[in-house]
């Protein structure tokens, strides 16, 4: 039996509500921190003023082009930051928690989100007024009949517009075939930031310009195609440079005001250092590590990815100026983490900012995933981790910060004291490391046609995904498809009950006449099958419009294939490249557990009839709460019963069938995935009650989780039934997010590390993509929804990431109470 | 016929690794401070949680089937005359909220260890696998025998919970399969160890003193939950540890006495024997160092 017991971020909070603060103030970041804490994000619009103003200039110019003379527009006239007490420099917004706007996306619905923002839900953001002017006079015109989301919107026909969008002028989303193109350019991505180490800007310049010399002048493709990419792979380097040199300008003159000694030699170090990188190669791991960021936050500005720019394997690529500078003597561990921690908490006052209600609701807690790989193997298949390895994984037991994500590569040779850090940091209570299982990607990514070098040596990206750098390529964003919603149209013949009497999906029949399990499955299949084909014309188009609404001259300059063939990332076709794409089944386990109690219930026990469970449902179980219970009590998926598992199989098998014959049309890979951010809530609440007993517009099941608190076996039996409803046979599939909850006595002591040890040991055995912890107790988040000003520092996991519990919404706060707490006993 | 009244996944505090626990219905101990009071009866029985009930006004299956009087709906919810009980477990099956429930179920020993195999990755790493409690576990030999060679030969590791109150002959054939044996001694002393238990302890001492001989090299892990007003003084755990003092092979260890237990009693309409008695966590630490004398 467990007694309760408290994570070391419980004790933190708790010690902090007595007013018992540990004395651990000693880093600048911690204070630097404490700074930003709990003021709410402001906009930031200098980004959006100066894109738009270049492009108004250069009209009917190629796209890599403009986008590039954007780029250094921006360069030469944004406000340059330097904070106080940071060593690393360079922010694209003003001081505290900002976000910037992207008008390309979605400059249409500017206007009505300067009215809505401060006040929304989900992450608010404030602006001033004067600002909110300026884009609703100076920037949002330009951009009108010019965003993707218009563009896309108009593009597609009816029967796939209703199933994406209201008929409002916003085009808000319906949540059932959702597109998520509108509110970033690309989905997560990783830049190979290992080139900038090696031959800084001023060498990819270089070559740039020597290739320029070499065009043949007369040739129409030289012309039309490579001189442009040239021309803007200069430009930005060219940007990027003066970026950093002005930088290099305010330190100097800060440095001349300075009156603390202390600070004053920073400020010179630090004015040193930008005049230095990223133009030319690091000579030292600080040096390193201000050249990776400068090219990460110009990345941030240069276009909205995913879930922002990835950090890639630090503990690789850092590890050769690491191991020079502490040979040289010239920098200690402590130093080490010190930078690694001021890159923490600049990261975290850059917000992913999502104008649109839907992209707000997709990132609550105000998310973003600049993953940090560590671990894993290297390019020669050997076991990667090193000095740097442990000391992220330390920085991430002491910092309290939910920036960066941190994701921990396992494979079979992984060495213990790896593990055993691993799982002390997990115990931490912060969610963090999320795992990937290098025994399941490495091989998929194989038979996408990587080769061994580059799967080895793949990066996370984003929340679940993997990427190798100079393979991958950018990939359009992709459809969240409700497969409740399909369920909720079998029960209706095609309507939903909150789109009355407007027919969305196919008629399949009318319920009450299903006569057997099969006729009912077949169904669901086939509204199954019609979300999909409206998901692939969606991409279809998104694929298209990408090509002719964006190009990234800096993600393409730092890409070997796109420099190779001088061509733009953002285009479709990249000889070589191999475009990891996806789809997202959503409410997984709803439709099984829905399905299995209605086959237990209806055509096995009979118990009920089908008639009675639509009443029921129309009822929204209101006064038949014993038919709630009898569907409620019935097999759910996660117990692995193979009743329930034998459906998901069957549901992920139909889809990859669907993908396996269609994907190859779109020259991409639309792969299966199951990772919903926290778009389960939102998107559950369009959909009826279920015959799973879920009541109306509460959250659908998240990812590949079992339905909230139906997992009633044990967190063995969770990862065993996501095992059973693999098809390992296929290869269309991509990430499956687990969320396990452990209460701090399942962890407790070191034979609750060693356990824990054993339990992800297994999770690898068993080849499952991705796994994350959460350690602490369901009474702690009560506490914390009473009484939220205390609990400010509380993180929880959520989907690929950490939030602070209170900045979630009550909905999402309540989904995560139900997730079953697995106590051992 | 024995039943099976629980099976435990992920079970992380009994014995080496991740473990599953096959719980056998039936145990001829009534220990008062009992935590699992489902284990006690030999065949199957009704339990009845009430905050799962959902009520007349939705839903009153259950009076349906119940003997006349059997159940009252007072507050709406089902109040249920246990005595009134005539064990056709017909109420469990229509309940559609599983209020009412029925404890122990049929299974082949096939069945069994099938569903423990099923869990096999998890005892790859730290030496998890079968563990069988109860009840009395020893009081099953027709099933826990065949289970533990058929684990044996699916390569699982084995271990048992047993209070040592069986035939020693069964006990010895258990052993010849056993990886681990958890033992229970609460006490040495035969008058109260009958008082609080409801048997005397010779049994139980003689058959671990036999198994020590007959197998010395099988790893003994020996328990005591300390009971407040049974065993809670320093004389009844020196006692017991120098009972085991120069044994082979083993490893002991006292248990906190929980009242968790205490639901269950309700939803099979017993009393709860201990009452409101706490253990006192000072006496409880002070009585762990006196196990110390066996490291």
Redesign the interface.
């Known amino acids: 039996m467990s007694v309760k017991v408290l994570s070391p971020q419980e004790i933190r909070i708790y010690d902090e509500i007595e007013n018992k603060v540990s004395q651990k103030g000693k880093n600048r970041a911690y204070e630097i921190l404490q700074k930003i804490r709990g003021a709410k994000p402001q906009i930031d619009i200098e980004r959006g003023l100066y894109f738009t103003q270049s492009f108004k200039e250069t009209v009917g110019q190629p796209l890599n082009l403009r986008w590039a003379k954007a780029l250094y527009h921006y360069a030469k006239n944004a406000t340059v930051y330097i904070d106080e007490n940071q060593l690393l420099v360079g922010r694209s917004g003003k001081p505290g928690r900002y976000g910037i706007l992207y008008p390309e996306l979605d400059g249409n619905i500017f206007k009505e989100a300067m009215v809505k923002l401060p006040t929304r839900e989900n992450s608010p953001f404030d602006i001033s007024d004067e600002d909110a002017r300026t884009v609703i006079e100076e920037i949002a015109p330009f951009w009108v009949g010019k965003t993707f989301h218009e563009n896309f919107a108009a593009s597609l026909t009816k029967e796939t517009t209703k199933l994406t969008y209201n008929s409002d002028k916003e085009l808000t989303s319906r949540y059932i075939v959702n597109e998520t193109a509108s509110f970033r350019s690309s989905i997560q991505w990783v830049h190979d930031y290992e080139i900038v180490l090696e031959k800084g800007f001023k060498g990819i310049k270089e070559e740039a310009l020597e290739k320029l010399s070499q065009l043949d002048e007369y040739s129409p493709i030289d012309y039309t195609e490579k001189r442009p990419f040239l021309e803007a792979t200069i430009i930005t380097c060219n940007a990027i440079i003066l970026w950093a040199n002005r930088h290099a300008d305010l330190a100097e003159e800060l440095a001349e005001k300075e009156s603390d000694p202390i600070r004053k030699a920073e400020l010179e170090k630090i004015a040193e250092t930008c005049r230095y990188v990223p133009e030319n190669p690091p000579r030292t791991f600080y040096e390193a590590m201000q050249s990776q960021w400068f090219t990460q936050m110009f990345s941030r500005v240069e276009q909205k990815t995913g879930t922002i720019i990835s950090n890639g394997r630090m503990d690789q690529y850092l590890y050769p100026f690491y191991k020079k500078d502490i040979e040289n003597g010239i920098i200690t561990d402590d130093e080490v983490q010190e930078l690694f921690e001021c890159m923490w908490v600049a990261m975290a006052q850059f917000i992913d900012l999502y104008l649109s209600d839907t992209g707000g609701a997709f990132n609550e807690g105000y998310a973003h995933w600049e993953a940090v790989t560590i671990g894993g193997q290297t390019k020669e298949g050997l076991d990667a981790t090193n000095e740097l390895t442990y000391i992220l994984l330390k920085s991430k037991r002491e910092f309290p910060l939910n920036y960066p994500d941190l994701a921990a590569r396992i494979h079979t040779r992984s060495p213990k004291r790896y593990l055993y850090e691993v799982a002390e940091t997990i115990k931490a209570g912060e969610g963090f490391p999320k795992l990937i299982n290098d025994e399941d990607v490495i091989p998929l990514l194989l038979s996408k046609g990587a080769n061994f070098e580059e799967a080895y040596d793949y990066s996370v990206s984003g929340c679940a995904e993997c990427r190798m750098p100079n393979r991958d390529t950018y990939t359009s964003p992709n459809a969240y498809i409700n497969f409740a919603a399909a369920l909720e149209m079998v029960v209706y013949n095609g309507h939903m009950l909150k789109y009355g009497d407007e027919l969305l999906g196919l008629e399949t029949g009318e319920f009450t006449e299903f006569k057997s399990f099969d006729e009912l499955l077949d169904a669901f299949l086939k509204q199954q099958k019609n979300f999909l084909k409206h998901a692939f014309i969606q991409q279809r188009e998104i694929i298209r419009l990408r090509a002719e609404h964006f190009a990234s001259p800096l993600g393409s300059a730092l890409h070997k294939l796109c420099r190779e063939q001088y061509i733009d990332i953002h285009q479709p076709k990249i000889e070589g490249g191999i475009d990891l794409g996806y789809f997202e089944y959503m409410g997984f386990a709803t439709v099984i557990d829905s399905l299995a109690a209605i086959k237990k219930t209806v055509f096995e026990d009979k118990v009920l009839t089908l008639a009675q469970i639509k009443e029921a449902l129309e009822h929204n179980f209101h006064g038949y709460e014993a038919i709630r219970q009898l569907l409620l009590n019935s097999p759910s998926y996660g117990n692995d019963d193979p009743y329930t598992d034998e459906i998901g199989k069957l549901l992920d098998k139909e889809a990859q069938d669907f993908t396996r014959k269609y994907s190859k049309e779109l020259g991409v890979h639309m792969d299966l995935r199951l990772v919903p951010f926290t778009s389960h809530v939102p998107f559950g609440k369009v959909v009826s009650a279920t015959p799973n007993g879920r009541f109306a517009n509460t959250p659908l099941s998240d990812g590949s989780s079992a339905s909230q608190g139906a997992d009633i076996s044990g967190p063995t039996a969770v990862l065993l039934s996501n095992y059973a409803t693999k098809n390992f046979n296929y290869n269309e599939h991509a990430g499956r997010l687990i969320n396990v909850k452990l209460s701090p006595a399942c962890v407790k002591g070191e034979e609750g590390t060693e356990k824990l040890v054993q339990f992800i040991e297994t999770w690898r055995d068993l080849k499952l993509w991705h796994i994350q912890f959460n350690v602490l107790n369901t009474e702690t988040m009560r506490a914390a929804q009473k009484n939220p000003e205390a609990y400010r520092n509380l993180l929880v996991r959520i989907a690929g990431y950490s939030a602070y519990f209170t900045e979630l919404t009550k909905d999402l706060q309540d989904d995560l109470i139900s997730r079953t707490e697995h106590e051992a006993v | 016929m024995s039943y099976v009244f629980n099976i ?6 009994d014995g080496p ?2 473990r599953t626990i096959v719980f056998l219905k039936g145990c001829p101990l009534r220990c008062r401070w009992c ?1 699992n009071p489902e284990s006690q009866k030999y065949g199957q029985e009704i339990s009845y949680l009430e905050n799962k009930c ?1 009520g007349f006004s ?2 009153g ?1 259950c009076k349906n089937v119940l003997p006349d009087g059997a159940v009252k709906f007072p507050n709406d919810k089902a109040e249920l005359d246990m005595d009134k009980c005539s064990e056709c477990l017909e109420c469990a099956k229509i309940c ?3 209020a009412l429930k029925v404890e122990g179920q049929e299974y082949t020993v096939t069945q069994l260890i099938d569903i423990v195999e ?2 096999s ?2 005892f ?3 030496g ?1 696998g079968l563990t069988v409690s109860g009840g009395e576990p020893l009081t099953h030999g027709d099933i826990l025998i065949p289970l533990l060679k058929e684990a044996k030969k699916r390569r699982i590791s084995t271990a048992i919970e047993t209070c040592g109150y069986a035939d020693y002959s069964v006990l010895f054939e258990a052993a010849e399969y056993l990886d681990t044996i958890m033992f229970d001694i609460k006490s040495v002393n035969a008058e109260k160890h009958k008082e609080f238990t409801g048997k005397s302890n010779d049994v139980i001492l003689k058959n671990f003193e036999q198994l020590c001989s007959d197998y010395p090299d099988l790893p003994k892990k020996v328990r005591t939950p300390v009971i407040p007003g049974f065993n809670d003084t320093a004389e009844d755990i020196k006692n017991i540890a120098e009972f085991l003092k120069n044994r082979p092979n083993v490893n002991y260890e006292l248990l906190a006495y ?1 009242s ?1 237990g205490k639901g269950k009693y309700k939803a099979l309409g017993r009393e709860y024997p201990m009452g409101d008695l706490k253990l006192d966590k000072v006496k409880f630490n002070e009585l762990k160092k006196l196990t110390d004398i066996l490291e």
């Open positions: 435990q996944h992920y079970s992380l505090h690794g991740i935590c959902i939705e839903c299956f559609p909220s599983k099923r869990d990755a998890f790859s790493h730290g998890g929980h968790y």
